[in-house]
């Protein structure tokens, strides 16, 4: 049983940045395989991106590529997302997820637990 809560999200200007953060509790964080999602209002929600459980291995979408980093701090139980150079098609409610897999993952269904969700809204 792992709940996770995130926090961070907010209103930023177009081009400003945003340090989103996911903590952990209830199970081992160290196990698990950490993604971050997000959700515009009538879309899927898509991949944004995910970090292996040692925090050495990382991917992320195209559409975020080069603006956003996703780390984690094991001893903290917090998985992070740093977003630079926010765009307006970046507002959405943002997810972390846990996968305790052994491979990354970039679509919903193998991660075991999701926050609440924390909003980003980027104007223009």
């Known amino acids: 049983q792992v709940q996770l809560v995130e926090s961070g999200g907010g209103l930023v200007q177009a081009g400003g940045s945003l340090r989103l953060s996911c903590a952990a509790s209830g199970g081992t964080f160290s196990s698990y395989s950490m993604g971050w999602f997000r959700q515009a209002p009538g879309k899927e929600r898509e991949f944004v991106a995910a970090?292996?459980?040692?925090?050495?291995?990382?991917y992320y979408a195209d559409s975020v590529k080069g603006r956003f980093t996703i780390s984690r701090d094991n001893a903290k139980n917090t998985a992070y997302l740093q977003m630079n150079s926010l765009k307006p098609e970046d507002t959405a409610v943002y997810y972390c997820a846990a996968d305790n897999g052994i491979v990354l993952s970039t679509i919903t269904s193998p991660y075991d637990y999701w926050g609440q969700g924390t909003q980003v809204t980027v104007s223009s």
């Open positions: 970090i292996s459980k040692s925090g050495r291995g990382t």
